[in-house]
T-cell receptor, first 113, second 111 residues
């Protein structure tokens, strides 16, 4: 158990819809990262938050947005969903280490029909 | 853009065999991490290597960081079915604190 909690574990929805994925980081971790994993693209970095502020942005589409709340939990919002958005979405958190180790949740599997 | 190439992409072996998987880049990394991901789970950190030439052992797993800090290898001795999973390497660049993942090696160890 990494200590990172993600909900929901599975989500099935239709094209054009909007979903919200939720993540609670490990106790004490200030950084939250969101990744998308698909078979052909591997693990793609989407966005990072640190203590409520956006820290870094990766390959995140404009239809996607995220935020980190004062209690440090984070939400990833995916809108106008397309078939190609079907993937595993992982949240990870990190502590104060300067070697950047990440602790991943179990992921949310999104299926867009 | 720092790219990490992992090879082989797929590896299927019998229990008891030895294997090595590779993680290569043209970029220099401040540190490199190895993760294992099992089906339906998130990646789990195995080890971090920091110093060029560093070798770390974790039971039957041996990790090496290249002298130039551009590449790494993972050697598994006497593989077991429980070693089955996707092995991911990830390199960190301190200057921008960016962590880049390779696409992984999918290992299957058959009993």
């Amino acid at each position: 158990d990494s200590g990172v909690t993600q909900t929901p574990k599975h989500l099935i929805t239709a094209t054009g819809q909007r979903v919200t994925l939720r993540c609670s980081p490990r106790s004490g971790d200030l950084s939250v990262y969101w990744y998308q994993q698909s078979l052909d693209q591997g693990l793609q970095f989407l966005i990072q938050y640190y203590n409520g502020e956006e820290r870094a942005k990766g390959n995140i589409l404009e239809r996607f947005s995220a935020q980190q709340f004062p209690d440090l939990h984070s939400e990833l919002n995916l809108s106008s969903l397309e078939l190609g958005d079907s993937a595993l979405y992982f949240c990870a958190s990190s502590g104060q280490s300067n070697t950047g180790e990440l602790f991943f949740g179990e992921g949310s599997r999104l299926t867009v029909l | 853009t720092q790219l990490l190439e992992q090879s082989p992409q797929f590896l299927s072996i019998q229990e008891g065999e030895n294997l090595t998987v590779y993680c290569n880049s043209s970029s220099v990394f401040s540190s490199l991490q190895w993760y294992r991901q099992e089906p339906g789970e998130g990646p789990v950190l195995l080890v971090t290597v920091v110093t060029g030439g560093e070798v770390k052992k974790l039971k039957r797993l041996t990790f090496q960081f290249g002298d130039a800090r551009k590449d790494s290898s993972l050697h598994i001795t006497a593989a077991q079915p429980g070693d089955t999973g996707l092995y991911l390497c990830a390199g960190l660049v301190y200057s921008n604190y960016k962590l880049t993942f390779g696409k992984g090696t999918l290992l299957t160890v058959n009993p």
